[in-house]
């Protein structure tokens, strides 16, 4: 039946033209932002994950700043750490030399002192960001021997918690204000004789036996200082390693969550090209197909003529 009240052909073009045209809006702000899901109106569900990944992972990328100050901190504490070292192991050696008979010992003394001068400078100047953990003073109210790095960013359910990396610096203090932790400043003791590597002084002793056995004691006590040393920076070595094995892996981590919020609200730009072309061919022929319907209200009207 033809009515020229309604017109069902022209009704049924129209809507089918404006889903075609509300599915082109969609493809066209897919392929312009990259995003199948760009709202909560597009799918709610995967716009929430979205959300909330993103925000973690700018969570996670604090995180891996934060690992990067330790890690800038670790290994200036263990340059520092190295160099002592080796200072020590030069005043070991002017040790050595002066348990030679006949030997200048004030002059030896001489040079021992100006390393001992550097062994405090390289401590004091170990520092970065104001953290300094081989020059400390233990008898400060509020003095904590345990420095923490944030390593770790965990989701449980709603639950979120902060993972850190805990660094105890009774290891590798050289320098204690207190007197009681530096491996360099505590008192030693070794036979008969107890001192410190950076109080130790020669310049007294003689080829007698009590002091040249006084002298070998000494040698023992920097010897101990070197050891303990050692052992320190075993220790800084192994947290710098898991330090940057921690980073790796939030790196990974980061870069896997982004897959993830990809595969959920991106666009995959081929089939959006694809599906675009389709469209704008069904809105050609939408509005053929609605143009015609139009037209049945002037085939009406050439009946009447």
Known sequence: MSSINTNASAMTALQSLRMTNSAMNHTQTAIATGFRVASAKDNAA????????????????????????????????YTALESSIDVADEIKAKLVAAREPGVDRNKIQAEITELQATLTSISSSASFSGENWLSVDSSV???????????????????????????ALADIILFDANGQLGLLDKDRTAG??????????????TDATADLTELEELIQIVDDSIQDMTDG???????????????????????????GIGQLVDADMNAESVRLQALQTQQQLGIQALSIANGNGQNILSLFR
């Not at 770790?152 to 709603?158: E, I, K, M, Q």
Request: proline share 0%; net charge negative; charged share 20%.
């Open 233 to 259: 920076g075993t220790a800084l070595g192994a947290i710098s390693a898991r330090v940057d094995i921690q980073s790796e892996f939030i790196s990974d981590l980061m870069d896997a969550i982004d897959r």
């Open 192 to 205: 008969g004789t107890t001192d410190t590597v950076v109080t130790l002084d020669i310049s007294g002793l």
């Open 141 to 167: 109210a509020g003095y904590n021997g345990t420095k923490s790095i944030v390593s770790s960013f965990t989701r449980d359910g709603a639950v979120v918690s902060i993972g850190t990396t805990d660094i």
């Open 46 to 77: 995967y716009w929430s994950i979205a959300t909330t990944m993103r925000s973690d992972n700018k969570a996670m990328g604090t995180v891996k700043d934060a690992l990067g100050l330790g890690a800038a901190t670790v290994d200036v504490a």
